[in-house]
């Protein structure tokens, strides 16, 4: 993959429509959405300099995957209680 196909799934992936929608789906208010949409929008960016980081051998890979896995709890919760209302009768 060269690095204009990777720039361009970069963006592909953080344009804002994204984020947006995901909040609407999940049934958020208009101000909740748009705090989700910035948060989700950094926290990609935020996982993205924490590899470059560990990739530069900076820091080690634990702390980015530790990282990565707690903006997954704390992002996810919506989906998760979402989720969690939907198995229970």
């Known amino acids: 993959m060269s690095a204009?196909?990777?720039?361009?799934w970069i963006?592909?992936?953080?344009?804002?429509e994204t984020?947006?929608?995901?909040?609407q789906s999940l049934g958020l208010t208009p101000i909740e959405g748009g705090h989700f949409a910035w948060l989700l929008v950094a926290a990609m960016l935020f996982?993205?300099?924490l590899a470059g980081f560990?990739?530069?051998r900076r820091i080690s890979w634990a702390?980015?995957?530790?990282a990565v896995l707690g903006l997954a709890l704390v992002?996810?919760?919506?989906?998760?209680v979402a989720?969690?209302?939907g198995c229970l009768p």
């Open 4 to 8: 204009i196909q990777r720039l361009r």
């Open 11 to 16: 963006a592909m992936l953080s344009t804002a």
């Open 19 to 23: 984020p947006r929608a995901l909040a």
């Open 47 to 49: 996982a993205l300099i």
């Open 54 to 56: 560990a990739a530069a």
């Open 63 to 66: 702390w980015c995957i530790g």
């Open 75 to 80: 992002l996810g919760t919506f989906q998760s």
């Open 83 to 85: 989720w969690a209302r």
